[in-house]
């Protein structure tokens, strides 16, 4: 159901009837008050990071590894270190298992050459004792990431399958509960994307004639913001994510990113400085800005 009005600001503390009360301009807008389509808020526009992981602490099989591209690259938080299963095409199906049953929402692939390898992939996580597939995607070219969110499952056992035609190399691999931010980033954001941060070098000559220069590859930024975000009281606020966040970029570990989970936008990268992070600031004695300034793959 859409409900059309006019602007109209309320002041005062008098009766609706009062037209004191009411200031109406011509400009229009919508509400949408329509139920979200199915699979209710993972379709809706908001954001979620990824930097919590299950997979370093789970026990891993199947995953059929080069002796020189194990599958523990995939899980030391670096990206010059990468896994490559040990067959030039085909599928491979690895299994993780837990402990004890954990909520899972996510799964981040930092892949290197994701399109020449032509690869897809499914992840089932293991329900009440029954695979239950919450993901299936597609590389979208090398160099691109791959993150995929899912509503929320309490599992033990997962299992991932990757597709390929040619040799794959993958840098990381997350799986876990991330971050869920209740919007998207503030006015003001800029996406990786459309933020190359390539450097040219020699363009010009001494006499300032155009002539071919370097291209120095430097990946692409993210930058931004997320206003009013509660301190606490649910699993979500600033009190309950941002120090563990906080210890995990300030050790260099990297993050996944998707700024709007309607889009397959992706991003995956480190802080762009975390020497000099810079802290949530304080916007009411319940609500907080948090601040991002990466740098990766996008």
């Known amino acids: 159901?859409?409900?059309?009005?006019?602007?109209?600001f309320v002041t005062g503390s008098n009766t609706p009837d009062d037209p004191q009360d009411f200031i109406t301009t011509a400009n229009t807008f919508v509400i949408d008050t329509s139920s979200p389509s199915a699979g209710g808020d993972i379709y809706s526009c908001e954001a979620v990071i990824g930097y919590k992981s299950i997979l370093p602490t789970s026990t891993i099989s199947g995953a059929n590894e080069k002796a020189d591209y194990p599958f523990s690259s995939c899980l030391d938080f670096r990206d010059n270190t990468q896994y490559s299963p040990n067959q030039s095409s085909g599928s491979v199906v690895i299994t993780f298992n837990q402990s004890t049953a954990t909520?899972?929402?996510?799964?981040?692939?930092?892949?290197h050459n994701g399109g020449t390898a032509g690869?897809?992939?499914?992840?089932?996580?293991?329900?009440?004792?029954?695979?239950?597939?919450?993901?299936t995607?597609?590389?979208l070219g090398d160099n691109k990431t791959i993150f995929e969110y899912f509503a929320a499952r309490n599992s033990s056992r997962?299992?991932?399958?990757?597709?390929?035609?040619?040799?794959?190399?993958?840098?990381?691999?997350?799986?876990?509960?991330?971050?869920?931010?209740?919007k998207t980033p503030a006015l003001g954001f800029t996406p990786a994307y459309t933020n190359s941060l390539d450097q040219l070098e020699g363009f010009t000559s001494e006499t300032n004639q155009f002539i071919m220069g370097r291209v120095v590859k430097r990946g692409f930024g993210q930058k931004?913001?997320?206003?009013?975000?509660?301190?606490?009281?649910d699993e979500n606020s600033l009190n309950n994510q941002y120090r563990e966040y906080m210890f995990h970029t300030k050790a260099g570990k990297p993050v996944f990113m998707k700024w709007?989970?309607?889009?397959?936008?992706n991003f995956f990268g480190r802080v762009s400085n975390p020497n000099s992070m810079q802290a949530?600031?304080?916007?009411?004695?319940?609500h907080g800005t948090f601040y991002f300034d990466y740098k990766g793959f996008d």
Request: aromatic letters at 14%.
């Open 224 to 233: 931004g913001q997320f206003n009013f975000m509660t301190w606490q009281g």
């Open 260 to 265: 709007n989970k309607s889009l397959n936008q």
């Open 1 to 8: 159901m859409e409900i059309q009005a006019s602007n109209v």
């Open 158 to 182: 997962q299992r991932l399958t990757l597709n390929f035609t040619g040799e794959l190399f993958i840098g990381n691999i997350y799986l876990g509960k991330g971050w869920v931010f209740d």
């Open 137 to 139: 995607f597609t590389a």
């Open 103 to 111: 909520s899972i929402d996510y799964l981040g692939i930092g892949i």
């Open 280 to 286: 949530p600031s304080y916007d009411g004695n319940t």
């Open 119 to 135: 690869l897809t992939g499914t992840l089932e996580v293991e329900v009440n004792g029954t695979y239950e597939t919450v993901s």
